[in-house]
């Protein structure tokens, strides 16, 4: 009699799933400082770094979160200006102004935030709507 290895292997029991382990408390401080300072490339960097951080770094969680709440609306803005810049070439210049000029608002605040949180306490954005918490 020959045996099946495949029922063998599918009555082997699963291995437990072990938690996430937890990082140090500097390199949850970089973690989030990182994401507050990678808003200035938009929104994208800080969701990253919410995605993947937020199951061992609470710190690096809840200030990427901010930052996402952050950057949201101003990225929207600035890509709205450029599509609208591309569909309009008239306006273009003005568009492009207004986009450079919310990127710089957005960016400002960034690291004015990246600075605040490399001190160890959290940050909270004046001009911010909270889609997510």
Avoid at 13 to 39: L, Y
Avoid at 73 to 84: D, R, T, Y
Wanted: glycine share 6%; with cysteine; proline share 8%.
């Amino acid at each position: 009699m020959t045996t099946n290895p495949v029922a063998e292997q599918t009555q082997a029991a699963p291995q437990p799933v072990k938690p996430a382990k937890r990082i140090s408390v500097i390199q949850d401080r970089n973690s989030a400082t990182f994401a507050h300072f990678s808003g200035i490339m938009g929104v994208v960097p800080p969701a990253l770094v919410y995605y993947l951080k937020r199951k061992n770094a609470p710190f690096t969680e809840q200030e990427s979160l901010e930052a996402v709440n952050f950057t949201l609306i101003p990225s929207i803005a600035i890509a709205v200006c450029i599509v609208l810049s591309i569909i309009l070439p008239g306006s273009a210049s003005g568009l492009m102004l207004a986009a450079a000029l919310v990127w710089l608002f957005m960016a400002i605040g960034a690291m004015r935030a990246g600075v605040h949180v490399n001190s160890g306490n959290p940050y909270r954005y004046r001009f911010v709507v909270r889609l997510f918490r």
